[in-house]
């Protein structure tokens, strides 16, 4: 066999090309079958000192010795039977010493665990204090495999040094190839990870953005911070109503990317800077970063992006003072996008009453100082499309998205200060989940909720909605169509009322603007309110249809007046010959 010869079992060329990377060399193996893919591509690599040992128990304790020696760490790699258990005592000395040792146990995979077949130990939970962390590295099928098995290497080579360092365990599958043709180990992507007291990478060139997920208001201080930064880069910062920051580089871009019809007016970045936690935007998606830097104090591997290239475990604002510098005034990139981003809000087309319907006019009719909270799927969407006035901020659920809680969440927040008036904007299903809540005794006169009461759970019945494959059917179990009283007129009327709400409502246009100046009135009212709003599923759908296609109507209007144009100077004849030369090109 060729003096470098790897396995075609990706996950072991992951792991090799990543040990290289990160500069692990040392490796003790003991004899087996089980780890044979694994040994067998490295014992004839010139990078790696490869030592033996029988007696696993040994090995252990022999990668302690040496790593304390050398100051490096050092792998073990053992069979799939009682092998591993051996390696305990060992480890537990190298998990109270600080010690890097990385144990890779070789296996076959946990569905072959309770089977009665040999050799097949459960490693699937293991002590607390052999450990600081243990991953699984599973037989490679696809994509989507391959950028875990990435993930998890990473996170577990990363782990040997973190936290003043200690022994890791990685479970590495194994199919038992004897395929061993492979000539060169893939390019990987390596993560690094800094904290305060490291040396820090330059700031690459090129476009730059911050894109902030669910996050915490942010203080004027921090908001200063980020500012500083933005205008030393020309980067912006891209947010939805989660984000929390309400600086001057702040970029909402969900109905731009809504657009079907076109690409991300943004274009690919050269440096994504991820903050906060979870997104749950439209536009996740669709924003392209040759490589992305994390930037939070758990200093946790989020490749939300699949880009992730360096954490930063450290607080957001000693990493903005660190790269920014005060008294830079660079902002020529958000006032481009701001600029293309605005073409799109001036051809906003007629809608029906809708849920985007009513984000759209309620959104610029907040009152001054006022707090917003949204809940999820479509609401949350048709409210990101939409500015909030200054000084108005805003809170969704999006740590689990999910439809319970939000009633209860508004009422929790509108309690800190009962002179702030405190918005809820809900769909029926989400609103009857949580309804107990406002029959709390402590509901203030601050408290205002919206409910926009299709009947179901619109969300999934949008035209583009993947559940809709069912037509009709998709109402009865998955939408959960005709529940709290079909759209009654009178039930939530009844139930706010005898609570002492003030209740409003509407099922046409007129209507609605009617009841929505009494429900922004920006003085406190004497009771809290309740606005519910009768729309349907199929003109949810229609709103987000027109609403993801304005440029391609814009498109479509500006190529009428073009030819009528055209018409009226050449003749119809003129216009054909036009027409012709256009096709030949």
Request: with cysteine; net charge neutral; proline share 4%.
């Amino acid at each position: 066999m060729d003096s470098l010869s790897y396995t075609n079992e990706k996950n072991v060329q992951i792991l090799l090309a990543l040990m290289k990377a990160n500069n692990i060399k040392k490796v003790i193996v003991s004899p087996g079958a089980t780890n044979f893919t694994f040994v067998g591509s490295i014992q004839n690599d010139s990078f790696f000192e490869v030592y033996s040992c029988v007696d696993e128990r040994s090995a252990a304790y022999m990668a302690c010795g040496m790593s304390a020696e050398s100051g490096e760490p050092v792998a073990l790699s053992c069979t799939g039977a009682t092998a591993s258990r051996d390696y305990y005592p060992g480890l537990t000395e190298a998990y109270y010493r600080k010690l890097p040792v990385l144990a890779i146990t070789s296996h076959q995979g946990n569905d072959r665990i309770g089977h009665l077949l040999p050799q097949n130990i459960d490693r699937r939970r293991i002590p607390t204090d052999v450990a600081c962390l243990s991953v699984e590295l599973p037989v490679i099928k696809d994509e989507r495999d391959e950028a875990y098995v990435t993930i998890e290497v990473n996170k577990a080579l990363l782990e040997l040094r973190r936290n003043g360092g200690g022994p890791v365990h990685i479970n590495l599958f194994t199919t038992y190839s004897k395929d061993f043709s492979i000539r060169q180990l893939p390019q990987v992507r390596v993560i690094k990870r800094y904290q305060a007291w490291d040396e820090f990478p330059d700031m690459p060139q090129g476009k730059i953005a911050i894109y902030v997920g669910s996050h915490l208001n942010f203080t004027d201080k921090e908001v200063e911070d980020i500012d500083n930064f933005c205008a030393t880069f020309d980067a912006i910062v891209v947010c939805d109503h989660t984000s929390g920051y309400y600086g001057k580089y702040r970029l909402l871009p969900t109905l731009a990317h809504l657009q079907t019809y076109s690409m991300p007016p943004i274009g690919e970045l050269d440096l994504m800077i991820h903050i906060g936690e979870v997104s749950a935007t439209t536009f996740l998606r669709s924003f392209k970063a040759k490589q992305v830097w994390r930037v939070n104090p758990d200093g946790e591997l989020r490749d939300t992006f699949k880009k992730l290239t360096k954490v930063f475990q450290m607080s957001e604002m000693f990493f903005f003072r660190h790269y920014g510098i005060a008294g830079m005034k660079n902002h020529s990139f958000i006032d481009n996008c701001n600029s293309i981003y605005r073409k799109v809000y001036e051809h906003l087309p007629e809608l029906p009453l809708s849920n985007i319907f009513v984000a759209m006019h309620l959104s610029n009719k907040l009152p001054h100082g006022s707090l917003i909270h949204i809940s999820t799927s479509n609401t949350r969407r048709s409210w990101n499309q939409f500015p909030l006035p200054e000084n108005v901020t805003s809170s969704c659920n999006v740590g689990c998205c999910g439809i319970d809680g939000c009633t209860s969440t508004l009422i929790g927040a509108s309690l800190v200060d009962t002179s702030k008036i405190c918005y809820l904007v809900t769909g029926d299903l989400a609103f009857f989940y949580d309804l107990n809540v406002i029959g709390n005794r402590h509901v203030g006169n601050n408290v205002r909720i919206l409910v926009l009461n299709n009947g179901s759970g619109a969300e999934f019945q949008l035209y583009n909605h993947f559940c809709n494959i069912f037509g009709d059917d998709t109402k009865k179990f998955i939408a959960a169509d005709g529940h709290n009283g079909c759209q009654s007129h009178d039930l939530l009327k009844h139930i706010a009322q005898d609570l002492s709400y003030e209740y409003l409502s509407a099922d046409n246009k007129n209507d609605f603007f009617i009841a929505l100046e009494r429900f922004t009135n920006n003085q406190l009212t004497d009771r809290p309110m309740i606005f519910e709003v009768f729309t349907t599923p199929e003109d949810d759908s229609d709103a987000l249809k027109k609403m993801s296609t304005i440029e391609v109507e814009t498109e479509r209007l500006l190529k009428k007046r073009l030819v009528n144009g055209l018409k009226k100077v050449t003749g119809d004849d003129g216009l054909k010959k036009v027409k012709s030369f256009i096709k030949r090109k």
